[in-house]
């Protein structure tokens, strides 16, 4: 039973003087329950020498702690009220603008496609921006510095000894004692973009300090824990440890044995299972220090060579997915805490429930008006909830690890059987690049010549690749690539992210999206460059109508003029390095605070550019993720079947929600020609990508000419594939959607359409042991086999197959099958099959 500690008023009066009459008596009275269990933990123990030092300095440390929390309290309310005055006004504005209250609401975290001013300012966007911050600024200058480092980064020596150079990089390190001046570099890169994050999150309201020698985020596996037992793991952590640091608190190595066996226990079934504040870097600030010791914990090992071990025997990944991990996540704290303040759950609450006041007590609205307008406004269900918790990543939390990682290698296996030619599908990102320039007021064929152009050069090089990286775009898939050796095979969910990684670099589609968005991102930047010869008044009514959008205002526009851009190639590249150094006088008409202008700006323009890229290249966002996962977490059973049945259906509705939506609803007041003159650009355009497509893959699949563009069929065809019709052309206009699956496939998801046809014909072999009526067709099992195989159906692999072995089965299966086929093609579509006579091993 837990004793609780009373103080006298002597011992108060004190304590109160010592402190500067800053702290409350409940922060005092914590303080001293702390010292007074802390000295009853080392009489249990019997570790009673020189006992009045320790109870001295752990008063000390106390002292500090409760200080500090005292500051950070004060700091937390002065940021609050700052942050909730800018949400009030936007969320005012946007209902002023028409909005209801709850989609105004929504518009914090997702942005909306409203053409309201601030609209596309959101914690979504925000995240992206802090994302080029990081990521982009570290892979931008090491482009710049050693290139070649980017691609060795994927070699294993090189990452176990940046580790160890990082972990040197302390007061008395000795920098450089691997000998690899490579890893020397990275090291201190890394070293350099996590403090940034830590700086900006400590500007945001944190508490992080910086711990000396830190060598990256420590991960745990939980099924290697789980499989070596909780003896075993302690018995082998232990050694690896510095004892010192991971228990300043602790007598014993039984009692670090029993803190380590909480460790333990934590790790494999508690909150959160994931790299714990402390591992990422940070310090459990003092409002947590009442917790028990193991959740509580971040092991410090002697060295880096221990933390290796430690890793390679229980953990996953490696030291360059780790940071990527670290400053990914740093950027989404950081988009939600600068949005939201230090609390942003608190906040969100409070600001529902602000509105919700006003609405009720407004005298101009009648009961009913009131109860429409109040309905769905609260945090704990529906809508807002799901925004909440998409924007702070809870979403992606597994409640069920074992069941999240099943479904998890169950949709990988769907995707690499089922995405083979996705590149040609995705051929609608040089539309939709067209249709984003046309829209900012540039026109849609200099966007769609800037895509085309993108895809003919390949992967940017010199300064156009560190533009592109300083931009934040062109680097996801070079990542990826990366990271996959160590990461993926052993991760905490998912055992196929790795095979996932080679399939989409095989298919084409992870260098497709990364080229398109360098070149979506450098046309927006260069864009920007040109139109900043010109006054914020004098701009074209469009470009300006997209400024305000992102809430750049006149005074932040001049101020982007005065900047130095790069030239390349005759461009003017306004990039976010050159914004860092804009000269105080340049800032001087948003604020006294030259610094914190600074860097507004800086976040202003990389928020621009990370959003209006994503108009360019369509990818999932915070809104189509609440439509796809209905606010459901991994690992149950509503979660699991949502992300089956919603498997493929992502691109759809982001184009329905972005695409669609901004040419809806997005334009500005008075631009309804305008608007019209896009509608029927993104239609025909799309139309004509998706003809593209479809000529592609039939030309894969080894049938030309293309089909007859005289035909209405063809266009009805083509206007699916292209993605214009989404997901509901699927339904309306054809049998199969626009990656070749299925009505079922289609309505439920590729797994659960797996499913149905694996148990159509386990019923069909059932019923031929019952009836000599039945039989189980031979063609059935190998067309079934084929669809339901990863890498199978590779655009370039498919055809080899078919013709080494697959049109012969079928002949076998089915006498006549590739007479049919072509016979078909050539009746349907006047197509010829132009690929060589297959081989025939089993004719």
């Known amino acids: 039973m837990k004793i609780r500690y009373k103080i006298g008023a002597d011992c ?57 929390a005292a500051a950070l309290q004060r700091r937390h309310a002065a940021l609050n009220i700052l942050v909730r005055d800018r949400l009030d006004q936007a969320v005012t504005g946007y209902i002023n603008a028409g909005m209801s209250p709850k989609k105004a609401l929504l518009a914090v975290l997702e942005g909306t496609q409203k053409g309201v001013e601030g609209g596309r300012n959101s914690v979504n966007a925000l995240n992206g921006a802090y994302e080029a911050r990081y990521l982009g600024g570290m892979l931008g200058e090491m482009q710049a510095d050693a290139p070649h480092l980017i691609k060795a980064l994927r070699d294993p020596r090189l990452d176990a000894d940046i580790m160890r150079e990082m972990a040197e990089l302390k007061e008395g390190g000795k920098s450089g004692i691997t000998g690899n001046k490579d890893a020397q570099y990275v090291a201190k890169m890394f070293a350099k973009y996590a403090e940034l994050s830590r700086t900006d999150l400590n500007r945001l309201g944190a508490s992080i300090g910086k711990l000396d020698g830190w060598a990256g985020a420590q991960t745990h596996d939980d099924m290697k824990l789980i499989a070596a037992g909780k003896e075993s793991w302690v018995a082998s952590v232990l050694p690896k440890l510095d004892l010192a640091k991971t228990f300043p608190d602790i007598g014993s190595v039984k009692d670090a044995e029993e803190a380590l066996a909480g460790i333990y226990d934590t790790l494999i079934t508690g909150f959160p299972n994931k790299p714990t504040p402390k591992e990422m870097w940070q310090r459990v600030n003092p409002a947590n220090l009442a917790k028990s010791l193991g959740k509580s914990r971040v092991l410090h090992f002697r060295d880096a060579d221990s933390a290796l071990a430690y890793r390679d025997e229980f953990g996953y990944g490696n030291t360059v997915s780790g940071m990527v991990a670290h400053l990914r996540q740093a950027a989404k704290v950081a988009a939600n805490m600068e949005a939201l303040g230090p609390n942003p759950e608190v906040m969100y609450g409070s600001l529902v429930d602000g509105l919700n006041r006003s609405i009720k007590e407004n005298p101009n609205l009648s009961a009913a008006e009131k109860k429409k307008q109040m309905k769905g406004l609260t945090i704990d269900g529906g809508a807002l909830r799901d925004a909440l918790d998409i924007s702070t990543g809870l979403i992606t939390r597994p409640v069920n690890t074992t069941m999240a990682k099943i479904g998890s290698d169950i949709r990988a296996v769907q995707s690499m059987s089922k995405l083979g030619a996705a590149v040609w599908s995705s051929m609608t990102d040089t539309v939709t690049g067209g249709l984003a320039s046309q829209f900012r007021g540039s026109g849609f064929f200099k966007g769609f010549v800037n895509q085309v152009d993108g895809v003919m050069r390949g992967r940017p090089k010199g300064e156009q690749a560190e533009i592109s990286y300083l931009l934040g775009e062109g680097f996801d898939g070079l990542i990826g690539h990366i990271v996959s050796p160590a990461a993926a095979v052993d991760g905490p969910v998912g055992r196929l992210s790795k095979l996932q990684e080679t399939f989409f670099r095989w298919n084409g589609l992870s260098w497709w999206t990364d080229i398109q968005r360098a070149a979506a991102g450098r046309m927006i930047s260069s864009e920007m460059g040109m139109r900043a010869k010109t006054a ?37 590249y306004v990039t976010p390095d050159r914004i860092r150094e804009l000269p105080d006088e340049a800032l001087a008409g948003l604020g006294k605070d030259a610094a914190k202008a600074r860097h507004d700006l800086e976040m202003s323009v990389l928020r621009f550019f990370a959003d209006e890229t994503s108009y360019g290249v369509i990818e999932t966002d915070a809104r189509s993720r609440r439509t796809s996962t209905l606010g459901t977490r991994p690992g149950t059973l509503a979660g699991e079947g949502i992300r089956f049945i919603m498997q493929f259906k992502g691109f759809p509705i982001a184009f329905a929600q972005r ?94 359409g797996m499913a149905f046809d694996a148990g159509d014909m386990i019923m069909k072999a059932r019923d031929a042991g019952l009836s000599s009526d039945e039989e189980v067709k031979l063609a059935d099992w190998i067309n079934f086999t084929t669809q339901n195989t990863p890498f199978a159906n590779l655009y370039w692999t498919r055809p080899v197959l078919d013709f080494l072995f697959l049109n012969s089965m079928r002949e076998v299966a089915s006498p006549g099958f590739q007479r049919k086929v072509e016979a078909k093609r050539r009746s349907q579509y006047g197509q010829q099959n132009v690929m060589p006579k297959s081989l025939q091993p089993f004719n």
């Open 536 to 572: 914020f008044n004098d701009l074209p009514a469009n470009y300006k109508h997209v400024l305000g959008l992102h809430n750049i205002t006149e005074a932040k526009w001049e101020a982007i003029r005065k900047a130095e851009f790069r030239e390349v190639s005759g461009k003017s």
């Open 659 to 752: 695409a669609i939506g901004r040419s809806a609803v997005g334009f500005r007041n008075g631009a309804k020609w305008d608007q019209g003159v896009h509608i029927g650009t993104m239609i025909a355009g799309m139309t004509m990508a998706g003809y593209a497509a479809m000529t592609m893959k039939d030309l894969t699949k080894g049938y030309w000419p293309p089909r007859d563009p005289t035909d209405v069929k063809t266009w009805a065809q083509a206007f699916v594939q292209g993605g214009a019709a989404g997901i509901y052309g699927d339904f309306l206009l054809g049998r199969v959607n626009r990656f070749g699956s299925g009505l079922a496939e289609t309505a439920m998801g590729p797994a659960f």
């Open 12 to 68: 108060f009066n004190a304590a109160n003087a010592a402190s500067g009459e800053k702290l409350s008596r409940d922060d005092i009275e914590a303080a001293f329950q702390r010292m007074a269990e802390y000295k009853a933990s080392l009489q249990a123990s019997g570790d009673i020498a020189g006992l009045g030092d320790k109870l001295k300095s752990f008063a000390e440390r106390e002292a500090e702690r409760t200080k500090i």
